[in-house]
């Protein structure tokens, strides 16, 4: 195989189904603990599983991927042919997925294995255009330097946007945020949530799912504003709601390039719990 860039991610980057087998992109699995076994985000367990577990009342956990799991990908796609990697993974603030990825860099460093590590700040399709815009770079010949410093540049430049039914997920597993001092709120205010610098932050509180989904088009539309940009809407266990929202934000932004509708897998669902939508809004990148 010719000598290349190769483009690592992790799967919370919930890419469109078959996009990573088709871009050529490297997908380390995050781990989800039920029942007191470890699973494979997207292999050995799915949202259906998920639901299933919140359904049961099921505890429900979940873990970085391993420093070595990293390890044995990065040489596994040296092998191949790859001369640099490009690893782009989940916000620091919310996993210690990167700081398993960089520990794995430097043990590689040593077998002459050259892997750029970076921390996106963001989440699902907000890590996903940063991938997808890496594995168009590294297709083009760019060299690895580039590929990073632009697919960050998209990640740090895509926003998200979350509604939640409720914060309760988020509490439990610790990521919740400035968002705590809503815990106490009435169990009728619907919080939305945005992505602030790689942490969950609160954005406003309604008092209905109608209105917050409407607030939810609101904040998607204003920050397209005229550009040219791509959009993603996923969702927990709420397709119809997620189908609405992306009705609405077809007509609402007249840049949209794409957009994309998907269910988030089970490690960000089993944070943000059934009913979620959320909206990630990308300005569609000058290069390649």
Aim: with cysteine.
């Amino acid at each position: 195989m010719s000598e290349h860039v190769a483009v690592v991610t992790d799967s919370t980057a919930y890419l469109p189904p078959g996009a990573a087998e088709r871009l050529g992109v490297t997908v380390v699995p995050l781990q989800v603990v039920l029942g007191g076994q470890s699973l494979a985000e997207g292999v050995e367990v799915d949202s259906a599983r998920l639901a299933k577990a919140f359904a049961d009342d099921e505890p429900v956990t979940t873990s970085r991927p391993s420093p070595q799991a990293f390890v044995d990908t990065y040489r596994s796609v040296a092998a191949s042919g790859a001369t640099e990697i490009v690893s782009l993974h989940l916000s620091g603030e919310i996993s210690g997925t990167v700081d398993a990825a960089r520990t794995a860099a430097r043990e590689v460093s040593g077998d002459g294995i050259a892997v750029e590590v970076v921390d996106t700040r963001s989440m699902g399709m907000g890590l996903g255009y940063a991938v997808i815009t890496a594995a168009a770079l590294a297709a083009a010949g760019r060299p690895a330097p580039q590929v990073a410093r632009e697919a960050a540049h998209r990640a740090y430049e895509t926003a998200i946007f979350l509604y939640v039914d409720t914060l309760e997920y988020l509490h439990r597993g610790g990521r919740i945020g400035a968002a705590r001092a809503w815990l106490g709120s009435a169990l009728s205010v619907k919080p939305l949530l945005c992505l602030v610098d790689g942490r969950l932050e609160p954005m406003d509180r309604v008092r209905t799912t109608e209105r917050a989904i409407g607030r939810l088009v609101e904040a998607a539309a204003a920050e397209a504003g005229e550009a040219a940009v791509d959009v993603a809407v996923q969702h927990l266990a709420a397709a119809d709601r997620a189908e609405e929202v992306a009705a609405r934000l077809r007509e609402a932004i007249p840049g949209v390039r794409e957009l994309h509708v998907g269910e988030v897998g089970a490690v960000v669902g089993a944070h943000v719990g059934p009913g979620m939508v959320a909206v990630a809004v990308s300005p569609v990148p000058a290069t390649p």
